[in-house]
């Protein structure tokens, strides 16, 4: 049995070389399982009974329910968070007290959102939480827990509303943007999410949505990387290049995959961040 952290986010490896019955109290976090070897049989309060195969990807139990099952020799590991970051990354301002985002099911709504969710786990256990320099950076580790948030909601059924009501697109005018996108701009050094931005304005974080693609033909997630991508392109010009990399800064700034990084740094300033740091001033 094998932890790690990566900011608010555990990442368990466990393999079992023989066959384990198991009987949990409820764990208060969302608990997604990769299964690589060998079966979970895994029981169900109120619905039938689940058994899970090597290459499935699955959420075990609701987090205020106690769970049980069978391992037989099982190889696996489980990501883990507190359930209120979905609430950062879905639910409704808070002055309109909404209901808390809950997973509604505990296989993916479908092959391809099971196939993301998968990829998305294995980068941060493969590859994040490995690299000391990335790992350790503050704002990319809230940034990957909240990609890992959006990620379990877009594979697992769920009670978040998504589209804009009626309601939601009379709170788009350009001075609620304006304040947003103020927002944003002083924060951007911080650990923010799609609910915050709404809370501070305050609308629904669907009208928040709504509002940056209408006037700006972009998600709020996108604008907030452009400006991060700025900060960290004014980083590279003015840094010591005998002592600065550049993965140390896009992890400062919340950017863990560098060759990502560098392709978006590229076509925002015509070259490459490498070639920025090397040639500053």
């Known amino acids: 049995m094998d932890r790690k952290w990566l900011g608010p986010v555990s990442l368990d490896r466990l393999d079992f070389a023989y066959n384990l019955s198991y009987n949990v109290h409820p764990l208060g976090r969302i608990c997604v399982c990769r299964v690589h070897t060998g079966t979970i049989e895994e029981n169900f309060i109120g619905e039938p009974a689940d058994v899970f195969a090597p290459g499935d990807v699955t959420l075990l139990t609701p987090p205020e329910l106690p769970y049980s099952g069978r391992l037989r020799q099982t190889s696996y590991d489980l990501t883990m968070f507190d359930p209120l970051l979905l609430d950062r990354v879905a639910a409704g301002a808070p002055h309109r007290r909404p209901e808390a985002v809950r997973l509604l099911g505990h296989r993916p709504v479908s092959e391809a959102a099971g196939r993301h969710l998968h990829h998305v786990i294995g980068y ?93 033909d972009m998600t709020p997630t996108e604008y907030l990387r452009r400006v991060r991508l700025h900060h960290a392109h004014h980083e590279l010009l003015m840094a010591d290049r005998s002592t600065t990399t550049v993965t140390a800064v896009a992890a400062r700034w919340g950017f863990a995959h560098t060759g990502r990084f560098a392709v978006l740094y590229r076509q925002a300033y015509g070259q490459s961040p490498h070639v920025t740091l090397r040639n500053n001033t």
Not at 150 to 177: G, K
């Open 124 to 216: 941060l256990r493969d590859h994040v939480v490995n690299e000391p320099v990335v790992r350790d950076a503050p704002l990319l580790a809230a940034t990957a827990a909240q990609h890992l948030a959006a990620s379990v909601l877009h594979a697992f059924p769920n009670n978040a509303l998504i589209e804009p009501t009626a309601e939601d697109r009379n709170d788009t005018t350009p001075a609620l943007l304006r304040r947003a996108v103020a927002f944003i701009d002083e924060n951007a050094h911080t650990d923010i999410a799609l609910a915050d931005i709404a809370a501070a304005i305050p609308i629904t974080p669907r009208a928040v949505q709504y509002m940056f693609r209408r006037h700006l």
